[in-house]
């Protein structure tokens, strides 16, 4: 059954539509602009849809006496988390610099919001979507600012169940803004493969009837290509440019080569899906009639013969009876002679 769709800039999302492929940088330009820019250009040489960063203030995000996650930790013992903030902070500045870049090199800009003034700026710069992330789903307040201008929220579910995502959709949708696409997603940094639970993205698509994706934090490219099998409409992915480089999310994200892997895996894999029926393909007629079996005379019948089962044999190829009515043709008369290895087909017996 075909669900809803979403239009992000000139591409539709849901159901029978292309994977939106969702290159996401996050903060691993390092509050480098050339980074960015060399981060942007990755992206497009791999050929996905769209480049995401994030618009935070570290002021406006944590708290100076914040605790820090494990993978935090492992990528800064002496900063706190605010200060981890702080030195990754993608300056507003920069922000119009880099989408112009971005659209100049093919791919949309998106950027993950975390405060109202970062929704305005945004907004001002023409993003076709938002993203909201997984830390910010019951963050109403915000949530309602972004889905008032009127634009497509791409949902990330991280660390949720059902009904935190469901009271997100329906403050979404209390504005008149209808227009969602949900990620599936695991908020841990990376993710095991055995928390990735990708049939959760079909409990979502049944739930809300939106199109659903995933948002994937685990090493490699193995679980896009699985979620895209199972049905993601869209996949999001960490990427950088070295996982050599420090930072909280450098680790776990895939390089280049991988990134370019990974669209291309998707591009394939997205075709391999069909649909949700079983029946032989064109390609297939010629090798249905090869190797399928038929009913053969096994010896010479003289017409006028009643044919015994030891008259009978099943060969290749299937261009006589079927061998599931051979029963039904032994005890038949032959109207015509039929030489030992021809096929028996129905106008040849009585």
Not at 11 to 16: A, I, N, R, S
Not at 210 to 232: C, E, F, K, Q
Not at 253 to 278: H, W, Y
């Amino acid at each position: 059954m075909m669900g809803a769709k979403v239009k992000i800039g000139d591409k539709l999302v849901g159901d029978g539509e292309p994977v939106f492929i969702v290159a996401e940088a996050g903060a691993n330009h390092d509050c480098k602009l050339e980074q960015a820019k060399q981060l942007i250009d990755v992206a497009a040489n791999a050929e996905a849809d769209a480049i995401k960063f994030q618009t935070f203030s570290a002021d406006k995000i944590v708290a100076k006496t914040g605790s820090k996650a494990g993978y935090m930790e492992k990528a800064s013992e002496k900063e706190s988390v605010y200060e981890i903030f702080k030195r990754i902070e993608l300056p507003h500045e920069w922000h119009h610099e880099l989408a112009e870049y971005a659209i100049k090199k093919g791919l949309i800009f998106l950027s993950s919001p975390f405060d109202e003034e970062a929704v305005d700026l945004l907004d001002e710069l023409g993003v076709p979507a938002f993203k909201v992330a997984s830390g910010e789903l019951t963050n109403f307040p915000l949530i309602k600012y972004i889905a008032r201008k009127g634009k497509p929220l791409i949902v990330s579910t991280g660390a949720a169940n059902m009904d935190e995502v469901g009271e997100a959709v329906s403050v979404i949708k209390g504005t008149g803004n209808k227009k969602i696409v949900l990620l599936h997603c695991v908020a841990n940094y990376p993710a095991a493969p055995e928390d990735a639970n990708l049939l959760a993205m079909s409990a979502l698509k049944q739930k809300f009837k939106l199109p659903v994706g995933y948002s994937d934090h685990t090493r490699g490219i193995a679980a896009p290509l699985a979620a895209v099998a199972l049905g993601a409409v869209m996949i999001e992915k960490h990427f950088t440019l070295s996982r050599k480089l420090p930072g909280p999310d450098h680790f776990y994200a895939i390089e280049p080569n991988e990134l370019k892997a990974m669209v291309d895996s998707i591009r394939a894999v997205e075709k391999m899906r069909g649909a949700p029926t079983k029946k032989p393909v064109k390609a297939e007629r010629e090798i249905r009639k090869l190797a399928r079996r038929s009913i053969f005379a096994k010896v010479d019948i003289p017409a006028g013969a009643i044919i015994q089962k030891e008259m009978l044999t099943v060969l290749r190829p299937a261009i006589g009876l079927e061998p599931k009515v051979f029963n039904m043709v032994v005890g038949k008369k032959s109207k015509v002679y039929i030489k030992q290895h021809e096929p028996i087909t129905r106008d040849k017996i009585k």
